[in-house]
């Protein structure tokens, strides 16, 4: 019995080569290792009963007690029978098939064993049948087969092999005899290459998921470096390097990407006759544009390109998606249709769905933006009619005065609004420009009330370029006199200090003033504040404006006490690189 075991090692030796030879082909990987439809299973019955036909012409043929032929073979003599790896095969199918694939796979091993003859034909036959059987139905039970289970089961199945051959084989005799030389060998050297073929497969599976693993890896760090561009929208100088970035890091030969009417970059082959800024070339990517779904091409007539000397075969074309709307495609392209496997497919589908998030992201970005401008730009406005108002009356003040001093504050109030009006769509002024507009308005304020204020200026130098949001000073200065010195005889001292302190822009502005009562300063910024005069919506406007514009980096605050005065202190965050430019 025991010098039978090399034997069978030999013939499961080379089962398992084959099935490593297989196991680097794509095509063959693909099939055993994804959901399969019924073109799959059709391959893998032709498969795995062509591992057991090959068994079978491979065997050891066995009369009585001896070794007659260990070659390859076409039929057997009538008092002989077959030492073999077939069930092998046979229950691997099954396992990983399910029941159509392991019946399948049974039954041509089965009926090829049967046209073999000798006088077990009959039940080895029945018996890979019915392991075809056994094995489709558990391997479709059981979601994970692991390399344990299938040694148990091949086992079993192969022991059911000898007692079916003792049940119906003639002379019992004789079954009983070959069941003696062969049984032990078959159980044990199939149970080995049943560990063996799994490991195989298992290992193919855990490629399989390295390959994944490191494709989604690729997928969001391609998503991540091209985020920056998508920020720019689709247009062709942020999709050029887009389409360089992804044919840098995939296997397409060329890759494209458009927006629901033209080409806007293509990148890789063909770039002689798909051009930016052009309709695309191809049927296809119309098809795509049109329906809003994935479509794959895996020749030259699929792709349709209108090019005849088009070196491109193989291409997946996926819409790109903001808000249910297709607003433009990804082209990944091939040389080789053999590239366009399954992995480069959810590749191309993993990236087309991030792009589209980003795309919906940038969209939203982009109109929160629109938003937060507006709201911007109307809590600006309510600042301008304030200041004319309070300047139209300085002035309306001074004509029956100061004909001469009315005329030229008018001039100057002109020049004052006219180059507000020009700059009316800006969010930042440069620092000069706000402080002339102080100075403007101080100018009609004094001109009001001669000799009842003191302004004084402390700038640090060479911050004039420095951009900031506009009328941040005026209203606060207007603030320090309207509600600081009311009815006040005392003489008004007004500092204003602008000066950098570790990379941001400090302005201070200080009065001498009644103070602000601390049930009011409480709330001051946060909400509007009802007051006699107003309704005190300066302060919370810029507080507003600030967080706007500069989130939680910038910030006003205010430290008041009832007959001392106030200080009014912005912070303004400042980049190294406008600081270089101020200087």
């Known amino acids: 019995m025991f010098y039978l075991v090399p034997l069978m090692l030999e013939k499961v030796g080379i089962i398992l080569i084959a099935l490593f ?5 794509k095509s063959f990987r693909q099939i055993v290792q994804r959901e399969h439809t019924r073109q799959d299973k059709i391959m893998l019955i032709i498969l795995f009963g062509a591992f057991g036909v090959f ?3 491979t065997g050891i043929e066995i009369n009585h007690t ?4 260990a070659g390859w073979y076409s039929g057997i003599d009538q008092e002989s029978a077959i030492a073999n790896t077939r069930v092998l095969g046979v229950v691997i199918g099954g396992l990983l098939g399910g029941p159509a694939v392991g019946v399948g796979a049974g039954f041509i091993a089965g009926l090829h064993r049967y046209l073999l003859d000798g006088f077990t034909a009959f039940s080895c036959s029945v018996s890979t049948i019915l392991a075809g059987v056994v094995s489709g139905y558990l391997g479709a039970k059981r979601k994970k087969i692991t390399e344990g289970f299938a040694v148990a089961i091949g086992m079993t199945l192969e022991l059911v092999q000898m007692l079916v051959i003792l049940a119906t084989a003639k002379p019992f005799e004789k079954a009983l005899e070959l069941v003696q030389l062969i049984g032990i060998p078959m159980i044990s050297v199939n149970g080995l290459g049943m560990m063996l073929f799994m490991h195989i497969i298992h290992l193919m599976k855990r490629e399989e998921e390295r390959t994944l ?10 998503a991540d470096q ?3 561009y998508f920020r720019q929208g689709l247009n062709v100088e942020s999709c050029e390097q887009i389409c360089k970035l992804i044919l840098n890091m995939t296997d397409a030969d060329a890759v494209a990407i458009t927006d629901n009417q033209i080409v806007l970059s293509h990148v890789g082959m063909a770039s002689d006759h798909h051009t930016p800024m052009s309709k695309p070339e191809t049927a296809l990517t119309r098809k795509v544009l049109e329906s809003g779904k994935i479509f794959v091409a895996t020749s030259k007539e699929d792709i349709a390109c209108h090019h005849q000397d088009c070196p491109l075969e193989a291409a997946i074309v996926i819409p790109l998606q903001v808000k249910n709307r297709v607003a433009g495609t990804l082209k990944m ?3 080789d249709p053999e590239k366009l496997d399954q992995i480069q497919r959810q590749l191309a589908t993993g990236l087309a769905s991030l792009f589209s998030t980003q795309l919906e992201l940038v969209e939203a970005e982009r109109q929160t933006k629109l938003l937060k401008d507006a709201k911007i730009k109307a809590l600006q406005a309510q600042n301008y009619p304030h200041f004319l108002f309070n300047s139209l009356n300085t002035i309306s003040a001074l004509c029956r005065t100061d004909p001469e001093k009315a005329r030229e504050l008018l001039l100057e109030l002109s020049s004052f609004f006219r180059g507000n009006l020009q700059g009316a769509g800006q969010l930042f002024v440069p620092l000069k420009t706000e402080i002339e507009n102080v100075k403007a308005y101080l100018s009609l304020v004094q001109a009001r009330f001669p000799d009842k204020y003191r302004i004084h200026f402390q700038i640090e130098p060479n911050l004039e370029k420095i951009p900031i949001p506009p ?5 606060i200065v207007e603030n320090s006199i309207n509600y600081g010195f009311p009815g006040s005889k005392q003489k008004g001292e007004i500092n204003i200090r602008i000066f950098t302190e570790q990379q941001k822009l400090m302005i201070v502005i200080e009065d001498n003033g009644k103070g602000i009562p601390e049930e009011k300063l409480v709330v001051l910024g946060t909400q509007i504040v009802e007051s006699k005069k107003g309704s005190g919506t300066a302060i919370f406007n810029i507080c507003q404006r600030l967080k706007g514009i500069y989130g939680d980096r910038a910030y006003l605050t205010l430290d008041s006490k009832e007959n001392q005065g106030t200080s009014t202190t912005i912070s303004i965050p400042i980049s190294s690189q406008e600081r270089i430019e101020s200087h």
């Open 21 to 25: 030879l297989l196991s680097q082909i």
């Open 55 to 57: 068994s079978n012409y």
């Open 66 to 69: 001896s070794i007659e032929h």
């Open 213 to 222: 693993a490191n494709q989604t890896d690729k997928v969001f760090s391609i």
């Open 226 to 228: 091209t985020l920056p």
């Open 333 to 335: 392209y091939y040389e």
């Open 471 to 475: 009328f941040l000073l005026q209203p």
